[in-house]
Structure formats: C-alpha cells, structure tokens
C-alpha cells in the first residue's frame, strides 16, 4: 500500500485516540466531581444528624429529669443532673463551692411543707453542641402555686455548659439572669417560643 495511506491512517489513529483520551478526561472529571459532591452532602447530613442524636441524648439525660424534679419538688434527683464539681452563677453572685446544691434541697423541703407545687417551662434559643460538649442558652418560666391556688410566675434567661463525663452528661457551669441589658424578662419574652416538650 502507498506510504499516503499509512499516514492517513495513522493520522486518523491518531486524532481518534485523542478525541477519546479528552472525552474520558470530561467524563471522570464530572465524576470527580459528582462524588466530591456526594461525600461533603454525605458528611454534612452525617455531621447534623450526629448533632441532632447528642441532643436528644442530653435532653433524655439532663433536660427531662431537670424539669421532672422540679416539678416533683426533688432536690436530690436536681443536684444529680450537675457535675460533681459546678460553676453557678445568678444575680446573688458566683457559687464555687457547690452551696447551690444544699439550698436546693432546703428549698423544695420548705416548698413541700408550705404546700407548693412547682411547674418549669422553657425553650431553647441556642444549642451548640459537639461529642463532648454543649453550650446551650434559653428562656425559662418558673410557675409557683400555694396553697390557696395562687400561682407566680418567674421569668429568666439560662446559659448552660454540659459536658459528658465518664459515658454521661451532666452540667459543669449553669449561669441565669432575670434581666437582658437592664430589660426585665417578663411573659412577653417567654412567649415568642413555645415550650419544648418531651
């Protein structure tokens, strides 16, 4: 055969080869990307979930008991929600000593003698949480009904710090305030979200 149409042929050959080199080059680079795609959606909804599952594992381990032994005047079963060892902080100042727990169980004592019954509501404007830790600030409503029917209300914002320790979460540094920049909490801030519930 004439040497032309060797050249032809491997011209042809050649261009070929190269179309198809540059044509499976497009193709991986969009399955590049495709599964670069696929692997930060993957981990950004593994990473939320995960989040979401440490929450539902504080509010069963803290939150609930929290707002149960309030409502059933136990100091005891409140104070096992904290840490051994706990920063707290109200308007009266800052406890290091753990002196908090002592007046808990005083108080719900007094409040069963004198007849009172205790119901505490609250909701969550911000929870940031990780595997060992959570920051979690809220709004609160104490309800205090005596003997005569009577009930008061109390209105606060909490800041909470919990940490997770030997297999259990527990709170390390519990500070509330009933004012926000001189601005007493009142009803009408306690009202802009609903109670959680669980």
Aim: glycine share 6%; hydrophobic share 40%.
């Amino acid at each position: 055969m004439p040497v032309r149409y060797w050249q032809s042929l491997a011209s042809f050959l050649s261009s070929f080869l190269k179309y198809k080199t540059e044509q499976m080059n497009r193709i991986f680079a969009t399955m590049r990307h495709f599964l670069l795609f696929l692997f930060l959606g993957t981990s950004a909804f593994l990473s939320a979930q995960s989040v979401a599952e440490i929450q539902k594992e504080i509010d069963a381990q803290v939150w609930r008991p929290f707002q149960e032994a309030f409502q059933e005047l136990d100091g005891q079963a409140l104070n096992d929600t904290y840490a051994a060892q706990v920063l707290r902080v109200t308007p009266g100042g800052i406890d290091t000593e753990n002196s908090f727990k002592q007046a808990n169980l005083k108080r719900f004592t007094q409040n069963k003698a004198d007849g009172i019954s205790i119901r505490l509501d609250f909701w969550f404007d911000s929870r940031h949480t990780n595997i060992t830790t959570s920051y979690e600030v809220g709004f609160y409503r104490i309800g205090a009904t005596n003997a005569a029917g009577e009930t008061s209300y109390n209105y606060g914002q909490f800041h909470i710090v919990l940490e997770k320790i030997e297999g259990i979460w527990k709170i390390t540094q519990d500070w509330d305030t009933t004012t926000i920049n001189g601005h007493a909490i009142g009803s009408e801030d306690f009202a802009k979200n609903p109670s959680v519930n669980f």
